[in-house]
């Protein structure tokens, strides 16, 4: 059509030559050329131009959140409106995995890499030598570097010195507590047990307890701010909510609202901050252009993980499996769920590819992008899934675990003994398979043993004898071990990611599908 269009043109103005179909010829050939450059990493139905405007990202991250706290993940005593909406509207994951405790859980969705590979066993208490390491690469240093505006608003538990605060990486900005809210010490003018909020590198304010009530909302307004003053530039929103962990302090507004006591009550307000950043989304006419996250660090209490078994601290799924949803304008087919195995890990390798990063060869991760996933173009291609948690917290003990299909196993360093299970027909882990199908064991232990060689992961060298799987020391963050609240002084050097660093196992980046 081109040609015809061009040969009209000159008929119209001179006689037509050899030469001149020639020129007009060339010219054809180099408008395709550029085309085709232009467009050549363009996916089917994408524009060429999209690539100048890559889309906001917030990941909102809530703490202790258990697998069936939110309603579309089957909560009946709290209503959630906004993640309902949220999930229709999206996709829900509901074979989604975290790590079963704060600070190696924030590690991992920030690194892309697994707790084993950058150091990070477990928990990290206030003023600990150790936090992650300086030199990651956090997934806010890899979108700065492409323009983003980048803030952290909450809780950060990576570290509370200067060196391990957000600023220093990656991210512009900070408001919020930098570690659990129970982590209180007392303070020497007013007497009362406090936690230090903080605004970039300053403490602004010493919490009580009665102050936390505002924490959700003070952090929503920060929030909505960050989005607003940002409207015209790419931005990087990271959420991590104090609530809902111990001690509870649900807003004055929400207090008694729920059917679900003081617990239900901080929920409602969650929901409620899920909603006002999706509005400023929509009243800013940035809804189509963000792609919002909204998951937990871990799982919950031991009251609130049924169907599941075990909880926070524990491999069992009650501990690691945690409600996810994505909302995006990108999700094929919105409102489907999808019960395919993934993890926190590989939010890093997505939202490197959405944004048009590059992961570089030299610093290996352990996720992968969840693009064929969401836009329902392909399988994701990973074998398998893996934990190493070598501490004492909450109900749980020393293990590693991997999930490969529907099977997981769980070693436990404690007594050296493994469990196995198939969730497809046992989600809540209550038939021990082990003996009945040693094929599968003997396969299962064969991958998790060469895994954890890889990366060198840490074990401790005797069993606590203190141990009682019926007591919850979850909130044991004023001094409890080396870490704050983790029991780690026996595995050895790995206490913190500042004398760790990223371990050069081989990891599972590689190019992103259709890259």
Same mark, same amino acid.
């Given at each position: 059509?081109m040609m015809?269009?061009?040969m009209a043109?000159?008929?119209?103005?001179?006689?037509?030559t050899p030469a001149?179909?020639?020129?007009?010829?060339? @010219?054809?050939?180099?408008?395709?050329?550029?085309?085709?450059?232009a467009?050549?990493?363009n996916k089917?139905?994408e524009k060429?131009?999209?690539?100048?405007t890559?889309p906001?990202?917030?990941?909102?991250?809530?703490d202790?959140?258990?697998?069936? %706290?939110?309603?579309?993940?089957g909560a009946?005593?709290q209503?959630?409106?906004?993640?309902?909406?949220?999930?229709?509207?999206?996709?829900?994951?509901?074979?989604f995995y975290a790590?079963?405790?704060?600070?190696?859980?924030?590690?991992?969705?920030?690194?892309? #890499?697994?707790g084993? +590979?950058?150091s990070v066993?477990?928990?990290?208490?206030?003023?600990?030598?150790?936090?992650l390491h300086?030199?990651?690469?956090?997934?806010?240093?890899r979108? +700065?570097e492409l323009?983003y505006?980048?803030m952290?608003?909450?809780?950060w538990?990576?570290g %509370?010195?200067?060196?391990?605060?957000?600023?220093r990486?990656?991210?512009?900005h900070?408001?919020?507590?930098?570690?659990?809210?129970?982590?209180?010490r007392?303070?020497?003018?007013?007497g009362?047990n406090?936690?230090?909020?903080?605004?970039?590198?300053?403490?602004?304010e010493?919490l @009580?307890d009665?102050?936390?009530?505002r924490i959700v909302?003070?952090s929503?307004?920060e929030?909505?701010d960050f989005?607003?003053?940002?409207?015209?530039r790419?931005?990087f929103l990271?959420?991590?909510?104090?609530?809902?962990?111990?001690?509870i302090?649900?807003g004055?507004?929400?207090?008694? /609202?729920s059917?679900?006591g003081?617990?239900?009550?901080w929920? &409602? &307000?969650?929901?409620w901050?899920?909603?006002?950043i999706?509005?400023t989304?929509?009243e800013?006419?940035?809804?189509?252009?963000t792609l919002v996250v909204?998951?937990?660090?871990?799982?919950?209490?031991?009251?609130?993980?049924?169907?599941?078994?075990?909880?926070?601290?524990?491999?069992y799924?009650?501990?690691?499996?945690?409600? #996810?949803?994505?909302?995006?304008?990108?999700?094929?087919?919105p409102g489907r769920r999808?019960?395919e195995?993934?993890?926190?890990? %590989?939010f890093?390798?997505?939202?490197?590819?959405?944004?048009?990063a590059?992961?570089?060869?030299?610093?290996?991760t352990?996720?992968?992008?969840l693009?064929?996933l969401?836009?329902?173009?392909g399988?994701?291609?990973?074998?398998?899934?893996?934990w190493?948690?070598?501490?004492y917290?909450?109900?749980?003990?020393?293990?590693s675990?991997?999930?490969?299909g529907?099977?997981k196993?769980?070693? /436990?360093?404690?007594?050296?003994s493994?469990?196995?299970?198939?969730?497809?027909?046992?989600?809540?882990?209550?038939q021990n398979?082990?003996?009945q199908?040693?094929d599968?064991?003997?396969r299962m /232990?064969?991958?998790?043993l060469g895994?954890?060689?890889s990366?060198q992961?840490p074990?401790?060298?005797r069993?606590?004898?203190?141990?009682d799987?019926?007591?919850?020391?979850?909130?044991?963050?004023r001094?409890?071990?080396p870490a704050g609240?983790?029991?780690?002084?026996?595995?050895?050097?790995?206490?913190g990611?500042?004398?760790?660093?990223?371990?050069r196992?081989?990891?599972?980046?590689?190019?992103?599908?259709?890259?």
């Amino acid at each position: 059509m081109m040609m015809a269009m061009m040969m009209a043109t000159i008929e119209r103005h001179a006689r037509v030559t050899p030469a001149m179909i020639l020129l007009a010829m060339i @010219s054809l050939a180099i408008s395709a050329i550029a085309a085709d450059t232009a467009n050549a990493d363009n996916k089917p139905g994408e524009k060429a131009d999209d690539k100048a405007t890559p889309p906001n990202v917030v990941i909102i991250f809530i703490d202790d959140l258990g697998y069936a %706290d939110i309603g579309p993940f089957g909560a009946t005593k709290q209503r959630t409106p906004n993640l309902d909406r949220m999930s229709n509207e999206g996709m829900r994951l509901t074979s989604f995995y975290a790590a079963p405790v704060c600070s190696v859980s924030r590690a991992q969705l920030l690194t892309g #890499c697994y707790g084993a +590979r950058v150091s990070v066993p477990g928990v990290f208490g206030p003023a600990s030598k150790n936090g992650l390491h300086p030199n990651e690469l956090t997934i806010a240093e890899r979108l +700065r570097e492409l323009g983003y505006a980048t803030m952290c608003v909450g809780k950060w538990h990576l570290g %509370d010195q200067p060196e391990f605060l957000p600023t220093r990486q990656g991210f512009d900005h900070y408001f919020g507590i930098p570690y659990s809210n129970d982590m209180q010490r007392r303070s020497t003018e007013s007497g009362k047990n406090v936690v230090p909020l903080l605004r970039d590198d300053k403490v602004i304010e010493l919490l @009580s307890d009665e102050d936390q009530s505002r924490i959700v909302e003070r952090s929503t307004e920060e929030a909505v701010d960050f989005i607003r003053r940002n409207r015209e530039r790419p931005f990087f929103l990271y959420m991590p909510h104090t609530a809902v962990h111990t001690p509870i302090w649900p807003g004055e507004k929400f207090r008694g /609202k729920s059917s679900n006591g003081r617990f239900g009550d901080w929920v &409602e &307000e969650v929901d409620w901050s899920v909603g006002r950043i999706l509005d400023t989304l929509r009243e800013s006419k940035l809804a189509e252009q963000t792609l919002v996250v909204f998951t937990s660090d871990n799982g919950g209490t031991p009251q609130n993980v049924a169907p599941l078994n075990g909880s926070k601290g524990a491999l069992y799924e009650g501990g690691i499996r945690v409600p #996810c949803a994505v909302w995006w304008s990108g999700i094929e087919r919105p409102g489907r769920r999808s019960d395919e195995p993934i993890a926190s890990v %590989d939010f890093y390798a997505t939202l490197a590819q959405v944004a048009g990063a590059t992961l570089p060869a030299d610093q290996p991760t352990d996720g992968v992008s969840l693009l064929p996933l969401l836009k329902d173009s392909g399988q994701l291609q990973r074998d398998a899934l893996f934990w190493h948690f070598p501490c004492y917290i909450g109900r749980g003990e020393p293990s590693s675990a991997v999930r490969a299909g529907n099977w997981k196993l769980i070693e /436990k360093f404690g007594d050296r003994s493994y469990e196995l299970y198939d969730l497809a027909r046992d989600p809540g882990e209550k038939q021990n398979l082990i003996a009945q199908a040693p094929d599968v064991a003997n396969r299962m /232990k064969g991958m998790l043993l060469g895994w954890q060689q890889s990366l060198q992961a840490p074990r401790p060298s005797r069993p606590n004898p203190a141990f009682d799987p019926s007591t919850d020391r979850s909130r044991g963050g004023r001094g409890a071990g080396p870490a704050g609240g983790t029991q780690v002084g026996r595995v050895g050097s790995q206490a913190g990611g500042a004398e760790g660093g990223r371990k050069r196992g081989p990891g599972s980046n590689r190019p992103p599908s259709g890259r």
